[in-house]
């Protein structure tokens, strides 16, 4: 069985000063793991995935992860936040084969201080 | 190309109606999925087609909701007898599965549906 905790519902930084966005999940095999971001009255749209190439995932719009094993983790950074990176954030795990269940995080909503 | 379509892009129905949401998934893209998006909340997993396989219905929260998809097409939602409890934002993705359980699933914009 799979499951996703996302360990803050808010999270909120100045702009131009790093962001942190936690995640830990628990799965019974080496799982997939997925970052989705959800702009105001916008669609889901991915921003990186873990492969098992990489444990450093590198995503769109300055975004990485790394998978720690170790620690069950998988947590979204950027060096230096931006006014256009308030949204909601999603933390989704998903088992080993494509017929598996996707796991959502409840999202962490991140806001941008001037 | 184009992205996942949703109809209606707002829904607003009394309680008790029956209400039937669609999903038009990338062309070629033999993966669908439905969510359910409550205010505030994560998304919740309602249904998977993929291909001609039994859809997995494991998510369907009870016998007043059901889908179809015919072939690898359009997928229609169906709520019966709605609730108060059903207002939410209902989202379709789709995805071409390579077998990897890394396929990337693409969204629609979601239906908002307000039951009144």
């Known amino acids: 069985a799979q499951s996703v905790t996302q360990l803050d519902s808010h999270v909120s930084v100045s702009e131009g000063t790093p962001v942190l966005l936690r995640c830990n999940y628990s799965?019974?095999?080496?799982?997939?793991l997925f970052w989705y971001v959800q702009h105001p009255n916008k669609g889901l749209q991915l921003l990186l995935k873990y492969t098992s190439a990489a444990t450093l995932v590198k995503g769109i719009n300055g975004f990485e992860a790394e998978f720690k094993k170790s620690e069950t983790s998988f947590h979204l950074t950027k060096p230096s936040a931006h006014m256009s990176d308030a949204a909601e954030y999603f933390c989704?795990?998903?088992?080993?084969?494509?017929?598996?269940?996707?796991?959502f995080g409840s999202g962490t909503r991140l806001s941008i201080r001037p | 190309g184009a992205g996942v379509s949703q109809s209606p892009s707002n829904k607003v129905t009394e309680k008790g109606k029956d209400v039937e949401l669609r999903c038009d998934p990338i062309s070629g893209h033999t993966a669908l999925y439905w969510y359910r998006q409550r205010l505030g909340q994560g998304l919740e997993f309602l249904i998977y087609?993929?291909?001609?396989?039994?859809?997995?219905k494991s998510g369907l929260p009870s016998d007043r909701f059901s889908a179809e998809r015919t072939g690898e097409s359009v997928s229609t939602l169906t709520i019966q007898r709605t609730q108060q409890e059903d207002s939410a934002v209902y989202l379709c993705a789709s995805s071409s599965p390579r077998g990897f359980s890394t396929d990337t699933q693409y969204f629609g914009p979601g239906t908002r549906l307000t039951v009144l």
């Open positions: 087609f993929q291909g001609n396989s039994a859809p997995d």
């Open positions: 799965s019974s095999y080496s799982p997939s």
């Open positions: 989704v795990v998903r088992g080993y084969s494509s017929a598996s269940k996707i796991i």
